[in-house]
């Protein structure tokens, strides 16, 4: 296994509508600090897709109510998705 070596790819990701995330620390390692600071960082860089999302607030500033067309109910999803590095 080689150590210290850097490689430089491009990743893209192709799909339906999604966000993402990356970062240096899995989920699990984030769930376990109370602050960012106490994470050590890997070298590695974990992707995070999120096919589907709830909001969490209204559409005003004062309001927490979330309007029923933009509430995202439990259910079986799916969404497809291609990676591709270079």
């Known amino acids: 296994m080689l150590k210290n070596v850097l490689y430089f790819y491009t990743l893209s990701v192709e799909g339906s509508l999604f966000s993402f995330d990356v970062h240096h620390n899995t989920i699990d390692e984030y769930r376990t600090v109370l602050h960012e ?6 070298p590695e860089s974990y992707l995070h897709l999120d096919g589907y ?23 079986n999803f799916r969404f497809g998705f291609i990676l591709r590095a270079k």
């Open 53 to 75: 999302r709830s909001g969490i607030g209204g559409d005003m500033a004062w309001s927490t109510e979330i309007d029923p067309n933009d509430v995202l109910h439990a259910g």
């Open 37 to 42: 600071h106490e994470l050590v960082r890997h």
